[in-house]
């Protein structure tokens, strides 16, 4: 009986959403409560969403879609989240961090050293699907809308997402395949060539008018932000980590390094005009592991170092071999997983607000729905179409639907063109639904492909 | 020369606040920039501080004192920060992750297992200081100020900062001695005393009246709250931790359980009528590192354990054991320091905040300055005194001079006073710098106390 007296009092805490309205109106205090509860139902989503084989992103996009969608139901508690500045600036701090973090496991050399294979499919995988969605699919399914609004939706189809892309083809094993690598390779190109394309429609809408000399002004801008905060970047960064290592050699003066940076060129790229998760991802390329070597290891690495044996004993053997190695690795892991705690509490903000922005109601129109489907069939056909560039080296259709899903990039475009005036509520919902579609279709395909298919050849 | 006009141009970027300005004004995008400054200087103060035996919290304090003083210098860049409704959430955010942190280092068992000597000296060190800034310090050196600014002065003097007291020890090596433990135990009751007291001044000037059955109602809530969410939240965590566990063992389950709590109770607590920062306290003292074994040990644990001989064979030896040990503990930290990074980003928001509310300008007036060091000289005074009641049984004067340093609790204090319009800017500039002067003398009198005298006894 004690127990059910505790459970009846959390049931009656956690299911009076009442008190809350009761409360003094303190907006800021309110705030902690819906953070609780983004933070929390994110976590509780993405092992459900898991379980049955979606994305962790899928997840906290079906969460923000019920949630925004309560009020059909007749719940108004979460009205005042979606419009919120307060709540609005830590998902703008989410998806800089996400970016950062996407730049930080992103070697700047893969970048440079892929092949032309993946520069070739990531080319086309961005191009096709740009152009189906601005002159195919925009204009024929979406005819009321104007110009802008389809250089968006192209942009939305042009996008891949690395980060989803990478974690189908881990999931399955199969992450050492030549088509893995290919796709890998291409979804990089095409994070950077997205980027780009989001900069130059993003201004030429702003700007109103397209000519091919703003375009070619934009791109150079857009190069030169990019490359000279990468090149001017990497030089800085080995002598400012050596300076600041100098001055404390922990863990927190490195994250501080890294995540400050993350925010300087993200205000920077936004006062270059560009989006400012542009520059985010700059900052997570200027970091390579070896230019954080001056700053102190892990303390459990440096704990367990204590105890082993010196390099230069004898007694090394089947255990303190293997042992280092995995400090070693440890060690060099630690600068891209040190961003995970403030990912895990801002980046599901970003995910779950973009998903309240889902108008269900805009899904009633038959003609919406036809919308939606008809977009995500261009969506599927401009990726698949890569595949036929790989022919004979790599099997086309893994290559192809690996390029397939849209992720979190598609969802930035969509905000990006939202935030602009130019992406209407209509339009909002189908590039959603396009991204919900194709993040969830892509995993079992691939599943499918590669279980039925001979084994891939592995390299390495 | 390429060198020279790399760093030309890096100080043409960073000494241009100009540049800021230009930007389309977009708030939030500058917010981006106001963090950066704000993390990177935190650290970069934080171990120059150090260097010359001052804690990291001064050094943030000092930090904000200079940024928000630079309009007497003519320099306004900074203007916005200190009012602007985002960052004042952020810094918000960051007293709830830094109490939510205290509570989850404070074990809830040596809180009620605490000798009788720490509480005696807990109860005098909140008193007497109490006593002295509301009836003597207060009226004697202030008195053009109302009682009500009185019983915060007096509040301010009561608190102690347990984080700089055990740092100071643990700075000096002799965390394990008699007086550091007597002094710990008792700056953990002054902890919990200085929330009651907190809650208790505040809804009396927010009341407006002072009468005995408002007191008792207030203590009362206080007690209800904090037993009540303690009681309850002790029976359900350990099962919610199995439930959460048995969705996701990983790290961000983990961490989302913990903040998402803290969040909660601190809403909760504002709820009820008392600060955020106590419900926060209160649900760090929730976790105990036991209730998460249902949890993932870290990454590099479970490699360097799979390394390990199994715990049945005979080949564990010098090399085996310890290792073992080393990962136990790590594991058994894990849940303590899995707030920092969030704690390394915001933290810093809310003592730079804070010291940026310090109006140097108030202090060229020769009476204001006399009262500060009036003020000081009181909150030394208050708590020297509790070193009589450990006479005979350990050095009186140590654990008087441990108690001294108020640090962030005093401040918590001074900034919820100020938030409720009765700390006046005089008053809130007196009472930091009397933060500032007590955790500046005491660590250089301990040390010359612990270097001169006999060794400590010391225990187990």
Do not use: C
């Not at 190069?223 to 600041?244: C, D, Q």
């Not at 303390?299 to 070693?328: C, F, Y």
Request: aromatic share 6%; proline share 5%; glycine share 12%.
């Amino acid at each position: 009986m004690r127990r059910g007296k505790v459970f009846a009092a959390v049931a009656l805490i956690l299911l009076s959403p009442g008190i809350a309205l009761a409360a003094d109106g303190a907006a800021a205090t309110q705030n902690l409560l819906w953070l609780a509860i983004i933070l929390m139902s994110a976590r509780l989503f993405a092992p459900l969403a898991e379980r049955i084989g979606f994305p962790t992103v899928l997840g906290e996009l079906l969460l923000g879609v019920a949630l925004g969608n309560l009020p059909l139901l007749g719940i108004r508690f979460f009205d005042g989240v979606a419009q919120d500045p307060v709540i609005g600036f830590l998902a703008e701090l989410g998806v800089i961090v996400l970016m950062l973090q996407i730049g930080l496991e992103t070697r700047l050399a893969d970048l440079l050293k892929v092949g032309g294979r993946s520069a070739i499919v990531g080319v086309v995988g961005v191009i096709t699907p740009f152009l189906l969605g601005t002159f195919v699919a925009g204009p024929w399914l979406l005819p009321g809308l104007a110009m802008n609004a389809h250089l968006f939706l192209g942009a939305a189809l042009a996008a891949t997402s690395v980060g989803i892309t990478g974690r189908v083809f881990r999931d399955l094993g199969q992450i050492d395949t030549l088509a893995a690598r290919i796709v890998l390779g291409a979804a990089v190109i095409d994070d950077v060539l997205g980027l780009v394309i989001l900069a130059v429609v993003s201004e030429l809408v702003q700007a109103g008018s397209v000519s091919l000399g703003e375009v070619g002004g934009l791109t150079l801008r857009a190069t030169v932000f990019l490359v000279g905060s990468i090149v001017l970047g990497r030089t800085l960064v080995p002598h400012s980590s050596r300076w600041l290592a100098r001055l404390d050699k922990g863990h927190s003066m490195l994250f501080a390094q890294v995540l400050a940076t993350g925010l300087f060129l993200s205000w920077l790229a936004h006062l270059a005009g560009l989006a400012p998760i542009i520059g985010a991802f700059a900052a997570g390329l200027l970091f390579e592991p070896m230019f954080l070597k001056s700053f102190e290891t892990p303390k459990i690495v440096r704990e367990v170092e204590s105890l082993l044996p010196p390099e230069t004993a004898e007694t090394a053997g089947s255990l303190v071999d293997p042992l280092r190695e995995a400090l070693v690795h440890h060690t060099r892991q630690q600068h891209e997983h040190m961003l995970e705690p403030i990912g895990y509490l801002f980046v599901p903000v970003f995910f779950v607000l973009t998903g309240m922005q889902v108008d269900l109601s805009a899904l009633s129109h038959p003609m919406v729905v036809a919308a939606a489907l008809g977009v995500t069939a261009a969506a599927v056909a401009g990726k698949l179409v890569t595949g036929v560039t790989v022919r004979g080296i790599a099997n086309g259709w893994v290559v192809g639907w690996g390029m397939v899903p849209r992720g979190e990039v598609g969802l930035i475009f969509a905000s990006a063109g939202k935030q602009l005036g130019v992406v209407s509520d209509t339009l909002f919902s189908v590039i959603v639904v396009m991204v919900i579609l194709t993040t969830l279709i892509a995993p079992p395909a691939l599943t499918f492909l590669l279980r039925r298919r001979a084994p891939q050849v592995r390299i390495g």
